[in-house]
């Protein structure tokens, strides 16, 4: 019932931009803070950013503070994170998630920062 299809990844060189999209549905988007995470090969999956549910409060991890912004439309049931100067780094599946979800998580979308 709960699904996330993220979208919007993809190759770009050091120091560009890309903005990520989460579709949610299967439950009441509205009411509940969304992360996003990421996970490079071989390592932990990271807690990248926070949004409260009525997106007035957001928090970042240290690493990407100041480059990375989180965002929600929760008419459109949507969660964004618009990545700028990126960096080689930022290397991962990028994954939308609530604890909503227990332990579900979607497809994620590949961001791949390369010269």
């Known amino acids: 019932q709960v699904q996330f299809v993220e979208s919007g990844g993809g190759l770009v060189q050091p120091g560009g931009s890309l903005k990520l999209s989460c579709s949610a549905s299967g439950f009441p988007f509205s009411a509940h803070k969304m992360h996003w995470y990421r996970q490079a090969p071989g390592k932990e999956r990271e807690l990248v950013a926070t949004?409260?549910?009525?997106?007035?409060?957001?928090t970042y991890t240290d690493s990407v503070t100041g480059r990375f912004t989180i965002s929600r439309d929760n008419a459109k049931n949507t969660l964004y994170l618009q990545m700028n100067a990126l960096k080689s780094e930022d290397t991962a599946v990028y994954y939308c998630?609530?604890?909503?979800?227990?332990?579900?998580w979607g497809q994620g979308t590949q961001v791949t920062v390369s010269p």
């Open positions: 998630y609530t604890t909503f979800a227990r332990n579900y």
């Open positions: 949004i409260t549910s009525g997106g007035k409060y957001t």
